[in-house]
């Protein structure tokens, strides 16, 4: 019988839990997920026009639940995504501690951390722990790694980093974008990252060329023609206009995926990271 003031898990629930060491990953890649989605319905139905044009009909449906699937999900779970990263900080913080005291300072402000993040961390923690020589009793039943070395390493079972060629770009598992989201260890594999090249490269083509030389067919016949985002998104009745034309969305939407592409760059460290 279960104890009074303790409540029955449900099917939804008891999954959850016993994925909690991943619980930082899934919410990580959920949250990305939700947010390209929302996007994507945003991008398609409203500044490309996608929902007044016959060749799409098929797209509609599909793109206003990317929409409203993508809003409801990002809602939910982008405050929880914060918080994880706000643990994660905290105890990338105590982990470069040299001293000590500070260690012993911050040990519970540690360890609630490394428990919301999972195994990985909680490994990192203890060889912390033995590198200072703080006792760490059998809280953690996990083998202890090094808490700096294996900093951008993924948690076991998650996907494979291969080594990367030094300063390629093609090949590199160390991007700067793999830096700023740290909770995707999939941006450390160089086939992601290469896919990611191709993806923004292409885009970031996409909307110069319709900028510039014109994608869309004119009165004369010929693709000689810019669509303007602004005034496509503003629903004004002229929305084509001759090449080259830039109006502010489409430079906003250039310079967004532009700096996407260059983030994939590989990262640079600086002499005093090395040193240290």
Request: glycine share 8%; with cysteine; net charge negative.
């Amino acid at each position: 019988m279960a104890r009074r003031g303790t409540r029955k898990l449900g099917l939804f629930g008891r999954l959850w839990e016993s994925q909690k060491d991943r619980h930082f990953q899934i919410i990580t890649y959920s949250t990305i997920l939700s947010v390209a989605c929302l996007v994507w319905g945003f991008v398609f139905l409203f500044v490309l026009g996608g929902y007044g044009d016959p060749e799409y009909d098929n797209l509609v449906p599909w793109s206003w639940l990317a929409l409203v699937g993508g809003l409801v999900v990002s809602f939910y779970l982008g405050p929880e995504f914060f918080v994880y990263m706000g643990q994660r900080q905290i105890l990338e913080d105590i982990l470069m501690t040299d001293s000590r005291p500070e260690v012993l300072r911050r040990r519970k402000e540690a360890e609630d951390a490394a428990d919301m993040l999972g195994k990985a961390y909680q490994a990192r923690l203890m060889g912390l722990y033995q590198m200072h020589n703080v006792e760490i009793g059998k809280k953690y039943r996990v083998e202890s790694v090094g808490p700096i070395r294996d900093a951008d390493s993924p948690d076991e079972g998650d996907f494979e980093v291969l080594p990367s060629v030094p300063d390629s770009w093609w090949n590199t598992s160390n991007s700067m974008l793999s830096k700023i989201l740290p909770g995707l260890w999939a941006l450390r594999n160089p086939t992601v990252n290469r896919g990611l090249i191709a993806g923004f490269s292409f885009t970031t083509l996409l909307l110069l060329s319709n900028s510039m030389f014109g994608l869309f067919t004119g009165v004369s016949g010929e693709r000689d023609h810019t669509l303007d985002l602004t005034a496509s998104i503003h629903g004004m009745e002229r929305v084509y206009e001759s090449s080259p034309h830039f109006d502010a969305i489409s430079l906003l939407f250039i310079a967004v995926f532009a700096t996407l592409m260059w983030s994939t760059r590989p990262r640079v460290e600086s002499p005093a990271s090395e040193e240290e």
